[in-house]
């Protein structure tokens, strides 16, 4: 008995720290958003961002970002990182997502073999204040939501469900066992219109099927080999030198030594069959993105491996960083932090003096597209996302403080309604300043997915 009101004690004391946190940041306070604060051109920001990414491929980014103010977002991290540094915030640190939008979730194969479905994007991943992940995933809801011409009524209800659902889990884990929060499934995701339709689309994203989509026989004098190669679609998917391809594989000697032993028996038994560059998503464009084809028993049994160039999270330079010095191992161990299973490969390699995340490509990988948040589908997804993140932040925080701040009222959900919304029409201004500047496309957006 004495020991359960010790454990009783300690949960209060940790909510009573939460509570004391209001003092610091009031709840309703949430909603400031003052762009005369800025310290810097939006603009400018991006192009300091680009610095040391593949220069032929910098115009593609900005021609996937000027498509529309949702596609600027998806691309604008560095300017939000910065924007959400100049307000204050609550102090309750955890692993944050970093880069928390509704595109950002997905479907993939656990170690198991399991489709689940959770946050599948960690490149910005860090140790930061909580709000800064809900600020990016509520705004992320007001965009797409006009984006599929939703109106704005309706995206302030998703983002009020977001922050309930958000509310409602953080203090459900805060009452659980650690480890039983620890092992928490969200058994529903089938009835949700959305993550049912990528947990389809996943089903159906075998790797047979990612060899068929990304290599072809390989062909000399007019003869097949009986081997495949990758495909080339440039600047999409590139095939490289013979130096290259010698660099990209000596980098798995490395990788695979950070692998668990029992890993390391699965990998082994793969042979590398060919290596390609390709360009992946809105904020990576231009950063080092390799794919590596491997065979275990037989071309029936392909690995598509991704080796990812990872700089440091665009929010390093505003907050205390304590994590890996290794940029690639930075953001592994924030996936594992935050995710509820991960990557059975997952880990991180060196190529020259760039770091790499080293990640499977497409094991049954699905994300939700625009069009099925139309009708119910921007509030069931916004529930979802809502559930999900607050799992993400009880593993790695502590869901008492997080619970003793937000508390039972709508103060906090209403402000950061509020924020969104005014984030929302700051992204479609500077999306607008985009559009006018000298990095606006001379051609039609092409491959804007």
């Known amino acids: 008995?004495?020991?359960?009101?010790?454990?009783?004690?300690?949960?209060?004391?940790?909510?009573?720290?939460?509570?004391?946190?209001?003092?610091?940041?009031?709840?309703?306070?949430?909603?400031?958003?003052?762009?005369?604060?800025?310290?810097?051109?939006?603009?400018?920001?991006?192009?300091?961002?680009?610095?040391?990414?593949?220069?032929?491929?910098?115009?593609?980014?900005?021609?996937?970002?000027?498509?529309?103010p949702f596609g600027f977002f998806r691309g604008a991290v560095p300017i939000m990182a910065s924007d959400l540094s100049l307000l204050p915030h609550t102090g309750i640190v955890n692993q944050i997502c970093g880069d928390a939008h509704v595109r950002n979730l997905g479907a993939y194969a656990a170690p198991d073999g399991r489709l689940v479905f959770d946050i599948n994007d960690f490149d910005e991943t860090i140790r930061g204040p909580f709000e800064w992940d809900l600020k990016r995933l509520a705004t992320s809801l007001v965009l797409a939501g006009r984006e599929i011409g939703i109106r704005n009524a309706q995206c302030e209800e998703a983002v009020h469900a977001l922050i309930a659902r958000y509310r409602k889990y953080v203090e459900m884990f805060s009452h659980m066992p650690v480890l039983e929060m620890a092992r928490y499934q969200i058994h529903r995701l089938q009835r949700i219109n959305p993550v049912s339709t990528a947990l389809l689309k996943a089903e159906r994203s075998t790797p047979i099927h990612t060899l068929e989509q990304l290599t072809i026989p390989e062909m000399k004098r007019g003869q097949e080999t009986g081997r495949r190669i990758f495909k080339e679609s440039k600047p999409l998917l590139a095939r490289l030198s013979s130096s290259q391809v010698q660099a990209v594989l000596t980098s798995l000697r490395e990788y695979k030594k950070d692998l668990l032993p029992e890993r390391q028996h699965f990998f082994v038994?793969?042979?590398?069959?060919?290596?390609?560059?390709?360009?992946?998503?809105?904020?990576?464009?231009?950063?080092?993105?390799?794919?590596?084809?491997?065979?275990?028993?037989?071309?029936?049994?392909?690995?598509?491996?991704?080796?990812?160039?990872?700089?440091?999270?665009?929010?390093?330079?505003?907050?205390?960083?304590?994590?890996?010095?290794?940029?690639?191992?930075?953001?592994?161990?924030?996936?594992?932090?935050?995710?509820?299973?991960?990557?059975?490969?997952?880990?991180?390699?060196?190529?020259?003096?760039?770091?790499?995340?080293?990640?499977?490509?497409?094991?049954?990988?699905?994300?939700?597209?625009?069009?099925?948040?139309?009708?119910?589908?921007?509030?069931?997804?916004?529930?979802?996302?809502?559930?999900?993140?607050?799992?993400?932040?009880?593993?790695?925080?502590?869901?008492?403080?997080?619970?003793?701040?937000?508390g039972n009222g709508r103060r906090f959900a209403e402000a950061i309604v509020k924020f969104a919304e005014a984030y929302a029409d700051q992204t479609e201004r500077d999306w607008e300043a985009l559009r006018r500047s000298r990095h606006m496309p001379k051609k039609p957006a092409r491959n804007a997915s």
């Open 1 to 68: 008995m004495a020991e359960i009101l010790n454990k009783l004690s300690k949960s209060q004391e940790r909510r009573a720290i939460g509570q004391s946190r209001r003092k610091q940041l009031r709840r309703q306070d949430h909603c400031q958003w003052c762009s005369q604060e800025r310290r810097h051109d939006p603009i400018a920001l991006l192009e300091e961002s680009m610095r040391g990414r593949v220069s032929s491929l910098v115009a593609l980014k900005y021609e996937r970002m000027v498509v529309s």
């Open 269 to 406: 038994q793969y042979q590398a069959v060919d290596v390609g560059f390709k360009v992946v998503g809105t904020g990576s464009v231009g950063l080092r993105d390799y794919l590596v084809y491997l065979e275990g028993n037989g071309r029936g049994d392909p690995l598509f491996l991704q080796i990812k160039e990872e700089p440091a999270s665009a929010y390093a330079k505003y907050l205390e960083y304590h994590g890996p010095h290794h940029q690639g191992q930075r953001v592994a161990e924030g996936q594992r932090a935050m995710q509820f299973l991960s990557d059975l490969f997952l880990g991180w390699t060196t190529i020259g003096h760039r770091q790499y995340l080293v990640r499977q490509l497409n094991d049954h990988k699905a994300s939700i597209e625009m069009d099925d948040l139309r009708g119910t589908g921007l509030l069931e997804y916004a529930e979802m996302c809502g559930e999900l993140l607050a799992r993400g932040h009880s593993r790695s925080g502590d869901p008492c403080i997080l619970a003793g701040y937000i």
